[in-house]
Structure formats: C-alpha cells, structure tokens
C-alpha cells in the first residue's frame, strides 16, 4: 500500500491530503452526510477508485477527519494555555489569542460538535477534547497561585464562554472583539492586562490576522 500510494501521491488519483482536505470542507459546509465518496471525487475531478488509494472505506476518512480535528482544535488551545507569559493576564492572553486567529478551527469545531449529535463515538471524542482543554486550562490557573476549586470554575467560565461564542456563531468583528478583551481577562483571572501585554497582545492577533 505504502509503494501504491507514494505513486499516487503526485499523480492523477491525488493526494491523501487533497482527499482530507475536501472532506474537511465537507464536512463544514454540509455536515456529515455530505462526507461521500462520489461527491468528494467529482469535487477533486477525480474516480471514486481514487479514494481507495489513501482510504480504506469511508470510516476510516471519517477517523482521519476527527484525527485531524483534535489536531486542529484541542492541541492548539492545550499549547496557548502551556505558553510563556510574564503574568496571568498575559497567559490568558495567550488562550485568548488561540481562538482570534485560525490558530483553532472554529468551523470545524462547530461541524464536529454537531455531528457528535448523532454519533456516540464522536460525542466521546468531543467530551474527551472538553476535559483535556479544561483540565490545560486548569493547570494554567494553579500555576499562577489560583487554587484548585477556584481554579475549576474559573476554567470552566473561560471555556464555556469560548464554546459558547463557537455554538452560536457569534458575528463580532474584529475591533469589537478586540475592545472586550481586557474585561474578559479581568473576569476571567481577576486581573487586568498590563498596557505593554496588550500591545504584544493586539499586534500577535493583528499580525496573524493578516496573515490568514
């Protein structure tokens, strides 16, 4: 299989990576039902047996998918919450900064969420995802003196919160977001930012915004 994909990788059957990242797309745009193989082939210009080259079946796309998911999604937000940071205004900053820009794949978060609806192992997954980025969350918070329960809840109002703008689809241009950032670091640790934090803080977030 390795020899058979290896020559495919460049050639006219494409790329496991091209057939990932339609499904990704997909996925987002038309939830789960919408990940087929035919449909996916005629959007890459390319057979179904195609597909078989980097796949299995359809299952196992769908287990890449969510492979992919936590990739794009929980390690990010574990990595901002274990970030340098001079103080924990500016550690929050660093979560804070995870999910402004595409550091965190906010649509595929919400299409995911959405599919664990219907399917238990994906719940699974998603509630296993929950309790790691609470847990990083929680560890962030002790590391700057905050004890454990206060640790807790104070995780918990900081994630919620996060997924509760994903859930949503909360619109907010980017100033407006910008602007409320401050008071969301407040209440979310109990100290405010420090003017140079925020500067550092707005030019990262401006500067992966432009990016993007």
């Known amino acids: 299989m390795g020899q058979r994909a290896a020559t495919a990788e460049g050639g006219w059957r494409g790329s496991r990576e091209g057939w990932l990242e339609t499904g990704y797309r997909a996925l987002i745009e038309g939830g789960v039902d ?110 700057w003196g905050r004890p454990e329960q206060e640790a807790d809840v104070r995780a918990r109002t900081i994630y919620l919160t996060q997924i509760g703008y994903i859930s949503m689809r909360a619109q907010e241009d980017l100033e407006t977001r910008l602007a409320r950032v401050p008071t969301y670091v407040e209440i979310y640790t109990g100290t405010r930012p420090e003017p140079r934090e925020l500067a550092r803080f707005d030019a990262r977030v401006r500067s992966l915004a432009g990016s993007s």
């Open 34 to 143: 919408a990940v087929k193989i035919q449909p996916l082939a005629r959007q890459l210009g390319l057979s179904r047996t195609s597909f078989y080259w980097f796949f299995e079946d359809r299952e196992a796309l769908l287990t890449a998918l969510i492979d992919g998911w936590a990739e794009r999604t929980t390690i990010p937000m574990i990595g901002a919450a274990r970030e340098y940071a001079e103080s924990l205004a500016e550690a929050m900053l660093n979560v804070l900064a995870c999910f402004l820009p595409d550091r965190f794949d906010s649509r595929l978060e919400f299409a995911v969420r959405s599919w664990g609806l219907q399917d238990a192992s994906v719940a699974a997954r998603v509630a296993e995802a929950d309790e790691a980025r609470l847990a990083a969350l929680r560890e962030m918070l002790v590391r």
